[in-house]
């Protein structure tokens, strides 16, 4: 049995829609982005006290690029990874691994909005930094999926992939502290990309406890 352990609105999203769309068989334990995560028992799993950890006949794994590969390898039949003999191989790797750029900038935006209590402590250069740092990777984004001749539809010319589950939870993060105004291939992907179904399942039910309680974040100004 594979278990995912998942807090709502962070990087563990990006496994919990992967999970779905290879179509396998997990459960999930849901965790509250809060102290219980330095818990002794949860230590265990993560020992940076972070979301995701994954369970897996006795093993354990921390962190979300290394599941996407190992998962993508595991069960190649659903089409989600590119192999080493795939010409799109090297295309995969580099943008499974940018969702991780992404949410540096998003982890730091974060922490400036909502986890520091004490506006002393906030700042607004900070905040438009790493805002103006998200812009530059849709920028990123827009440029890979807009060609001289034609824009593609997903990340990969091959078609959809993990790249863009991993990337495309990302955006969904960024979105709450940069908009894709401006970028409108990223906007069409990520529209497109979001309308699957294995997307929808990872929203936040009714009851979750949510990181994110506005839709968007605006900039500080002191």
């Known amino acids: 049995m594979i278990t995912l352990h998942h807090v709502p609105q962070s990087r563990s999203m990006r496994v919990l829609w992967l999970l779905h769309e290879l179509g396998i068989e997990f459960q999930v334990v849901e965790h509250a982005f809060d102290k219980s995560l330095r818990a002794p028992e949860f230590l265990s799993l993560s020992p940076a006290g972070r979301v995701p950890a994954l369970e897996i006949e006795g093993e354990r794994m921390f962190e979300s690029g290394a599941m996407v590969e190992y998962l993508c390898d595991r069960f190649p039949e659903a089409g989600l990874g590119r192999g080493p003999d ?10 499974v691994h940018f969702a991780e750029t992404i949410s540096q900038h998003v982890a730091a935006l ?16 900070v905040m438009k930094l790493e805002a103006a740092r998200l812009r530059k990777c849709y920028d990123a984004i827009e440029a890979r ?4 001749l034609e824009n593609r539809d997903y990340l990969l010319t091959s078609g959809f992939s993990a790249c863009d589950i991993c990337v495309g939870q990302a955006v ?5 502290f ?3 105004d401006g970028h409108p291939e990223t906007q069409k992907w ?4 979001t309308e699957r179904e294995g997307f929808k399942a990872v929203l936040p039910g009714p009851d ?4 994110y309680e506005q839709d968007f974040y605006e900039a500080w100004d002191g």
């Open 145 to 148: 999926l807009s060609t001289p």
């Open 178 to 180: 940069a908009r894709l």
């Open 190 to 193: 990520y529209e497109r990309i």
């Open 208 to 211: 979750a406890g949510l990181i």
């Open 172 to 176: 969904y993060m960024a979105r709450r």
């Open 86 to 95: 795939s010409m799109d191989r090297m295309a995969w790797l580099v943008w």
């Open 110 to 125: 974060t922490q400036q909005h909502i986890m520091l209590y004490d506006d002393a402590m906030r700042s607004p250069i």
